[in-house]
C-alpha cells in the first residue's frame, strides 16, 4: 500500500447491494413490475421488469470476485492469453466491509483514507430495463434510496458519501427525492450518462424541461456524479454483433474499441445544450468512465465554438473546465489529463472493491509519474473533499 504523507479521498468507492436493497421498501403491488429474485437452473436470478436482468453475472455478491484481480487485465496484460471467467479466479466470501458501514469505516481506516464517495454496484445498470414503465422505475429507485439511507446513510460520520440514485424520466420526481435526500445530508447524487427516456421517445439531459433539477442542485452547491453502468449503449454495440454476456475475446475487443461513448456524449450534451451557462453552480464529476474522450471531446466543442459562436454564450471548452471534474482510470494517460483540464479537476478514483479496481486504493499514486507533490495532493484528497461541501 502506497504511504501518502496524508490521507487521502476516494471518489470512486462502491458497496455490493444487500438482497433486499431494490425490495425493501417497493410496495408489494409494484414489486413484480420492478425486482424480483426466482430461482432459474438451481442459481438465484434477479428479475427486473419480470425478465432476467444480466448487468451483473452473480447479483447476490456472495461469493465475490477479490479487489483488483483483474488490474494487469485493464493495463492491457494478459500473457497467457486467459479468458475473463479464468481471470478472475477463485471467487471468495462477501466481505463485512461490502455491506456493513461500520465495517467499511474500519476499512478505510486501514487503507489511510479520510473519506469517500460510495456509489452502487447493481444500481447503475437497472434503469435502461424499466424504463419502458415509469411508475416502476420511480418505485424501484425510490425505494433503492431509502434502503442507501438506511443502510450506509448520505454523509455518514463525515466519512461515508453514498449518492442516492437519480432518475430524470419524471423531473417533478427528481426534484421532489433530490429534497429529500437533501434534508438526509446528500452531498452527491448519481445518475447515468444516457438519454431521459421520454414518452415521445428520448430527450437530452440538458433540455431545459430538466432545469427544475438542475436549478435546485445548483442551488444546493452539491455534485452530481455520472458513474459507468448501463446506458443504453449495448443496442449499439449490438448491432455490431455484440451479445449481452462475456462469451468470447472477439466480443470483449470489438465492445471496448467501438466509438460510441455515453460519458462523452452527456457532457457533450450538458455544454452544447447550455446548462453551465443556465446553472452556474453546477458542479459534475465523471466516474469510472475513464478520461481518454475527454481531449477529443474539448477538441470538437472547440471546432464548434469556432463555427457557430453565437450558439454559446460563453467559451464551451473553459465551460467543461470549470464546471467538470474527471476521475480517471489508473491506466490512462494522466499526465496527458492534468494538462488538459488541470490537476484541480482531477479526482482519485479506485473502483475498490471491484475486480476492475485496485486491490490497494492508494497504489493509484504509483501511476502519478511525473506529477509535482501539490498536484498529487490535489488529485489524490483536496479535490474529492471540495465535492462534498456545498458551494
Same mark, same amino acid.
Given at each position: 500500500?502506497?504511504?501518502?504523507?496524508?490521507?487521502?479521498?476516494?471518489?470512486?468507492?462502491?458497496?455490493?447491494?444487500?438482497?433486499?436493497?431494490?425490495?425493501?421498501?417497493?410496495?408489494k403491488n409494484?414489486?413484480?413490475?420492478?425486482?424480483?429474485?426466482?430461482?432459474?437452473?438451481?442459481?438465484?436470478? %434477479?428479475?427486473? /421488469?419480470? !425478465? *432476467?436482468?444480466?448487468?451483473?453475472?452473480? $447479483?447476490?455478491? +456472495? &461469493?465475490?470476485?477479490?479487489p483488483?484481480?483483474?488490474?494487469?487485465?485493464?493495463?492491457?496484460?494478459?500473457?497467457?492469453?486467459?479468458?475473463?471467467?479464468?481471470?478472475?479466479?477463485?471467487?471468495?466470501?462477501?466481505?463485512?466491509?461490502?455491506?456493513?458501514?461500520?465495517?467499511?469505516?474500519?476499512?478505510?481506516?486501514?487503507?489511510?483514507?479520510?473519506?469517500?464517495?460510495?456509489?452502487?454496484?447493481?444500481?447503475?445498470?437497472?434503469?435502461?430495463?424499466?424504463?419502458?414503465?415509469?411508475e416502476?422505475?420511480?418505485?424501484?429507485?425510490?425505494g433503492?434510496?431509502?434502503?442507501?439511507?438506511?443502510?450506509?446513510?448520505?454523509?455518514?460520520?463525515?466519512?461515508?458519501?453514498?449518492?442516492?440514485?437519480?432518475?430524470?424520466?419524471?423531473?417533478?420526481?427528481?426534484?421532489?427525492?433530490?429534497?429529500?435526500? %437533501?434534508?438526509? /445530508?446528500? !452531498? *452527491?447524487?448519481?445518475?447515468?450518462?444516457? $438519454?431521459?427516456? +421520454? &414518452?415521445?421517445?428520448?430527450?437530452?439531459?440538458?433540455?431545459?424541461?430538466?432545469?427544475?433539477?438542475?436549478?435546485?442542485?445548483?442551488?444546493?452547491g452539491?455534485?452530481?456524479?455520472?458513474?459507468?453502468?448501463?446506458?443504453?449503449?449495448?443496442?449499439?454495440?449490438?448491432?455490431?454483433?455484440?451479445?449481452?454476456?462475456?462469451?468470447?475475446?472477439?466480443?470483449?475487443?470489438?465492445?471496448?474499441?467501438?466509438?460510441?461513448?455515453?460519458?462523452?456524449?452527456?457532457?457533450?450534451?450538458?455544454?452544447c445544450?447550455?446548462?453551465?451557462?443556465?446553472?452556474?453552480?453546477?458542479?459534475?464529476?465523471?466516474?469510472?468512465?475513464?478520461?481518454?474522450?475527454?481531449?477529443g471531446?474539448?477538441?470538437?466543442?472547440?471546432?464548434?465554438?469556432?463555427?457557430?459562436?453565437?450558439?454559446?454564450?460563453?467559451?464551451?471548452?473553459?465551460?467543461?473546465?470549470?464546471? *467538470?471534474?474527471?476521475?480517471?482510470?489508473?491506466?490512462?494517460?494522466?499526465e496527458?489529463?492534468?494538462?488538459?483540464?488541470?490537476?484541480?479537476?482531477?479526482?482519485?478514483?479506485?473502483?475498490?472493491?471491484?475486480?476492475?479496481?485496485?486491490?490497494?486504493?492508494?497504489?493509484?499514486?504509483?501511476?502519478l509519474?511525473?506529477?509535482?507533490?501539490?498536484?498529487?495532493?490535489?488529485?489524490?484528497?483536496?479535490?474529492?473533499?471540495?465535492?462534498?461541501?456545498?458551494?
Open positions: 500500500m502506497a504511504q501518502l504523507p496524508f490521507l487521502a479521498f476516494d471518489a470512486d468507492h462502491h458497496y455490493y447491494e444487500a438482497e433486499d436493497a431494490f425490495i425493501r421498501h417497493v410496495p409494484l414489486r413484480k413490475r420492478c425486482m424480483q429474485w426466482a430461482e432459474i437452473d438451481g442459481k438465484k436470478r %434477479l428479475l427486473v /421488469g419480470g !425478465r *432476467v436482468n444480466r448487468f451483473i453475472p452473480n $447479483p447476490t455478491f +456472495d &461469493p465475490v470476485a477479490k483488483g484481480i483483474l488490474d494487469q487485465f485493464f493495463r492491457g496484460k494478459n500473457p497467457g492469453a486467459k479468458d475473463i471467467r479464468t481471470l478472475f479466479g477463485d471467487l471468495e466470501p462477501i466481505r463485512p466491509a461490502y455491506r456493513d458501514r461500520d465495517a467499511k469505516l474500519a476499512l478505510l481506516d486501514q487503507q489511510r483514507i479520510e473519506g469517500c464517495f460510495l456509489f452502487p454496484t447493481l444500481g447503475v445498470g437497472m434503469e435502461q430495463s424499466l424504463k419502458h414503465d415509469p416502476a422505475l420511480l418505485a424501484a429507485f425510490r433503492f434510496n431509502r434502503w442507501m439511507d438506511e443502510d450506509w446513510g448520505f454523509a455518514y460520520r463525515g466519512r461515508l458519501f453514498a449518492a442516492p440514485y437519480i432518475t430524470l424520466v419524471d423531473v417533478d420526481s427528481a426534484v421532489a427525492e433530490v429534497e429529500w435526500a %437533501l434534508a438526509r /445530508g446528500a !452531498r *452527491v447524487f448519481v445518475m447515468r450518462s444516457a $438519454p431521459v427516456a +421520454d &414518452p415521445h421517445g428520448s430527450r437530452s439531459l440538458g433540455d431545459r424541461k430538466y432545469d427544475p433539477f438542475w436549478a435546485r442542485v445548483a442551488e444546493a452539491v455534485t452530481v456524479a455520472f458513474h459507468s453502468g448501463d446506458a443504453g449503449y449495448l443496442e449499439y454495440a449490438k448491432a455490431w454483433g455484440c451479445s449481452e454476456e462475456f462469451e468470447s475475446f472477439r466480443y470483449e475487443t470489438l465492445r471496448m474499441c467501438l466509438s460510441a461513448n455515453p460519458i462523452r456524449d452527456a457532457m457533450a450534451a450538458l455544454v445544450d447550455g446548462v453551465f451557462e443556465r446553472h452556474p453552480r453546477v458542479r459534475v464529476a465523471t466516474i469510472e468512465s475513464g478520461s481518454e474522450w475527454v481531449p471531446l474539448l477538441k470538437v466543442l472547440k471546432k464548434a465554438y469556432g463555427q457557430m459562436p453565437r450558439a454559446f454564450q460563453s467559451d464551451p471548452v473553459e465551460q467543461f473546465r470549470s464546471h *467538470v471534474w474527471v476521475s480517471p482510470y489508473y491506466e490512462d494517460d494522466l496527458r489529463l492534468r494538462d488538459t483540464i488541470g490537476a484541480d479537476h482531477v479526482l482519485f478514483g479506485s473502483d475498490f472493491p471491484h475486480a476492475e479496481g485496485l486491490a490497494e486504493p492508494t497504489d493509484f499514486v504509483y501511476d509519474k511525473g506529477w509535482s507533490g501539490d498536484d498529487v495532493r490535489l488529485a489524490m484528497r483536496e479535490n474529492g473533499l471540495r465535492l462534498t461541501r456545498p458551494i
